[in-house]
């Protein structure tokens, strides 16, 4: 049976707390379906693309059968946040009216260990996924894991495709072995890469990443200083991920070393 890839769409109602351990101040914010998020804003440091590497992280890992808390459009009218007594989110929340992008807050849940021992197939799973991506942030001094219910979750992909960030030579991005593997905090006890390897090629299908990258907003791929339109822009994003997998080797030789 074919997984429902979509997002739901919420309306933020109430900004509760700003989340400041996150460089882009997240938020813990309600919407209007009595749900509390943790949202990212597109008025923050890298805008959109840090949404849409959120977007496009999480549900690779999905596919991966990992757990991660259930992503949402969450829409910011454009009065919301004036009563914000601090000035420098005020800013954040005017700026970013529009679609941003939530992930379901998950009471009770605490920061992962490092010390803790993980299944070696959810830790491959995990240390592929961000090898994949290219996820630079997911190591013992931010681990951006959450142990909640005696399971590993995954939070915070917005690391993740950091070549649109330059946004030339994509081609060339893609075949990136990711030195920057060897920094992170589930490598020890990632046993099982060559099984996860052959996993994510044959769940990854043309299809499946043509449907992930869909997902993205229009809105979220107008751009300053480029005139790609959104077509082009996803269709970057696919290309990007489609030789990326095809030439997995070569993060998986990187991880390889260094576990040596």
């Not at 791929?221 to 997998?245: G, N, Q, S, V």
Request: charge should be negative; proline fraction near 4%.
């Amino acid at each position: 049976m074919e997984k429902d890839l979509s997002l739901r769409t919420v309306r933020v109602m109430r900004y509760i707390v700003p989340l400041r351990e996150g460089g882009s101040l997240p938020a813990l914010a309600e919407a209007d379906d009595g749900f509390k998020y943790v949202l990212k804003f597109r008025g923050a440091g890298h805008g959109t693309k840090m949404l849409i590497s959120e977007l496009l992280g999480g549900r690779i890992a999905a596919a991966l059968e990992l757990h991660i808390p259930e992503l949402v459009f969450a829409t910011l009218d454009e009065d919301f946040g004036r009563t914000e007594g601090d000035e420098e989110i005020q800013d954040l929340l005017k700026s970013s009216k529009g679609l941003n992008l939530g992930m379901h807050y998950l009471s009770g849940a605490i920061a992962y260990d490092s010390t803790l021992t993980i299944d070696p197939l959810t830790a491959s799973k995990i240390v592929w996924l961000d090898a994949f991506t290219t996820n630079i942030d997911r190591t013992f001094n931010n681990t951006n894991l959450l142990w909640w219910h005696r399971e590993l979750w995954v939070i915070d992909n917005g690391a993740s495709f950091y070549f649109h960030h330059g946004w030339k030579e994509f081609d060339k991005q893609a075949l990136n072995p990711f030195p920057h593997i060897k920094d992170h905090v589930l490598l020890p006890q990632a046993s099982m890469l060559d099984e996860v390897d052959r996993l994510g090629r044959a769940l990854l299908t043309d299809d499946l990443l043509h449907k992930i990258t869909e997902l993205i907003p229009d809105d979220w791929l107008r751009w300053p200083r480029t005139t790609d339109t959104p077509e082009a822009i996803r269709d970057i994003y696919f290309r990007f991920m489609k030789t990326r997998l095809q030439n997995s080797h070569l993060f998986l030789n990187s991880a390889y070393d260094a576990k040596r």
